[in-house]
């Protein structure tokens, strides 16, 4: 009787798996309605709003991501964002004027930018199509512009069934 070795074809390939999802920032995302700050939730008096503005609690977001946005039928100063902004600068870790969506747009393109992407350089890189996390589209775009100059192959999806995008 002779000795099967088992091999690992995969593991011995070279193959660099990337999964976006481990960039995601960690951390509680938090909306702000300007709405909220509104008077009859349709005008911006400035008296009321500065004092609505000093009656928030930063504490409440500490290392939280922020998004502002107004949901009322309101022409809004940009000034309002600005004293938003400065209220709660030094506790959130980010804010952005937007949705959630936009939050987390911001959020991936920030992370994908800093990512240090040398232990790629020269490989062959398997980004994993899927993932717990929400990530967005736009996030997978630049991932492709970063790793492009750098890698030997790209190719997206899972080990044993993936989509070759480029070879150099």
Same mark, same amino acid.
Request: hydrophobic residues 40%.
């Given at each position: 009787?002779?000795?099967?070795e ?14 976006l ?8 995302? %938090? ?11 349709l %005008? ?11 009656? #928030? ?6 290392d939280?991501?922020?998004? %502002? ?25 980010? #804010? ?6 936009d ?66």
């Amino acid at each position: 009787m002779s000795d099967l070795e088992i091999k690992n074809k995969i593991a011995e390939s070279g193959l660099v798996n990337f999964d976006l999802s481990q960039l995601v920032p960690k951390g509680k995302r %938090i909306g702000i309605d300007l709405k909220d700050f509104l008077f009859e939730e349709l %005008i911006l008096k400035e008296k009321d709003f500065r004092e609505k503005i000093e009656n #928030i609690n930063a504490e409440d977001y500490k290392d939280c991501y922020v998004y %502002i946005y107004n949901s009322a039928d309101a022409i809004v100063p940009l000034w309002a964002y600005f004293l938003l902004t400065a209220k709660l600068t030094e506790t959130a870790k980010k #804010i952005v004027f937007g949705n959630r969506e936009d939050l987390e747009v911001l959020l991936m393109h920030n992370a994908v930018q800093t990512y240090d992407f040398t232990e790629m350089i020269g490989k062959r890189v398997l980004v994993k199509g899927c993932s717990d996390e929400s990530i967005p589209e736009n996030a997978y775009i630049e991932l492709v512009e970063q790793l492009k100059p750098l890698v030997k192959s790209l190719m997206f999806g899972e080990a044993c069934s993936n989509v070759p995008i480029f070879k150099n």
